[in-house]
């Protein structure tokens, strides 16, 4: 522009039905007048009434679910800026935000850097959206998961992820979640140090399972009391473990809890029985008149077999105790005893938290099941 026709423009809102324009030109000042009723068209979808006594943000919500529902928008569709629906509507970015994060939780829309915001999904009926990342899937694990989901409504829908005791993929998995769901239930596993990655969450909406970690202590949890559990069951099943001369432990470390070792051990001591614990079964040969306590699966097939091989009968030559009950261990070589936690309740349990948005820290209950290898 010349310096002739250099313009000082100022613009006005004096509602969202008219503006005016200040221009000042060679000291000489212009009004314009002009109507707003032909709304921009990247906000065409957003309606804003103030006479209703419904919040601002819930409104951008509802016109969202209204466009939605009407058809106008659809997955991959751009919806207005945070910026362009305060200018339209002369609204505070922090009332924008909380209509965005809340349609972003329900992953109704997803934010590409440097883009904007777009439509993810068309399922505007669903109440929860439910972020769950478990160690690993098994027998049990699917028990649970399964009490999990059985205990919502058909409003809620639930995304499942495994980390496999790999703590990258963790991290990765728990910071690709943020913000896009209601809720956010994390199995820790064996990991420490988990309150940096987990304090990027929305701390009203974590739930931890399956392990009491010191430093999430102020996060609602449903867990197992390792220690206890194998201690508790133990001193139940005492009678018939008097038959037996001595008690082993193949423990193999890694992934496992070391609470179950640390309860075995103490059993054994306070009521001095023999006992060995090992790391596994390479060098080991099954002798008449051992119990076996077996973390883990891979192990149990190995000693079921060992004992087959030396005509030794489980339950009688041989004890035999397994962990995390399935219905294959109840047929298995005539059943195979367990001491496991109620997998079944601990999914209940954990839903009617995160339905209630219930703050407690909840052990789950764990028993001896016997069967004939003990």
Not at 364 to 374: G, K, Q
């Amino acid at each position: 522009m010349s310096e002739k026709w250099r313009l000082n423009i100022q613009i006005y809102f004096f509602n969202r039905s008219y503006r005016w324009v200040q221009v000042v030109k060679n000291q000489s000042i212009f009004y314009f007048w002009f109507t707003n009723q032909s709304k921009n068209a990247f906000v065409k979808n957003i309606q804003i009434d103030d006479t209703l006594g419904v919040p601002k943000y819930r409104q951008i919500i509802n016109s969202i679910y209204q466009a939605i529902n009407d058809g106008e928008l659809k997955i991959g569709d751009k919806i207005p800026s945070l910026n362009q629906i305060c200018a339209e509507f002369d609204l505070s970015r922090d009332t924008v935000m909380v209509a965005f994060n809340e349609l972003k939780a329900k992953g109704i829309i997803n934010s590409i850097p440097g883009k904007g915001y777009y439509i993810n999904s068309v399922d505007i009926n669903l109440d929860q959206k439910i972020f769950v990342l478990f160690d690993e899937l098994n027998a049990f694990k699917e028990d649970l998961y399964t009490a999990l989901v059985n205990g919502f409504d058909d409003k809620s829908s639930v995304d499942i992820y495994f980390h496999h005791f790999n703590y990258q993929v963790y991290k990765s998995l728990i910071n690709e979640s943020i913000g896009k769901y209601t809720s956010y239930v994390i199995m820790p596993a064996t990991f420490e140090n988990n309150a940096g990655i987990i304090s990027k969450l929305p701390k009203e909406k974590v739930y931890i399972l399956d392990r009491l970690k010191s430093d999430l202590k102020d996060y609602p949890v449903v867990y197992q009391d390792f220690e206890g559990d194998v201690y508790d069951a133990l001193c139940a099943g005492k009678d018939l473990l008097s038959k037996y001369t001595k008690l082993i432990m193949i423990f193999p470390g890694g992934k496992e809890p070391e609470g179950r070792m640390i309860g075995f051990e103490r059993f054994c001591k306070e009521n001095k029985i023999t006992y060995e614990i090992l790391r596994n079964t390479l060098h080991k040969e099954v002798e008449k008149g051992e119990a076996y306590f077996v973390p883990s699966d891979r192990n149990l097939v190995k000693l079921v077999k060992m004992a087959a091989e030396k005509n030794l009968e489980l339950g009688k030559d041989v004890g035999l105790v397994s962990f995390n009950d399935t219905m294959l261990k109840e047929v298995v070589a005539g059943g195979i005893t367990t001491i496991s936690t109620d997998f079944k309740l601990m999914g209940k349990t954990l839903a009617e938290m995160i339905i209630n948005r219930e703050h407690a820290q909840i052990k789950n209950p764990a028993s001896l099941i016997v069967r004939s290898s003990l």
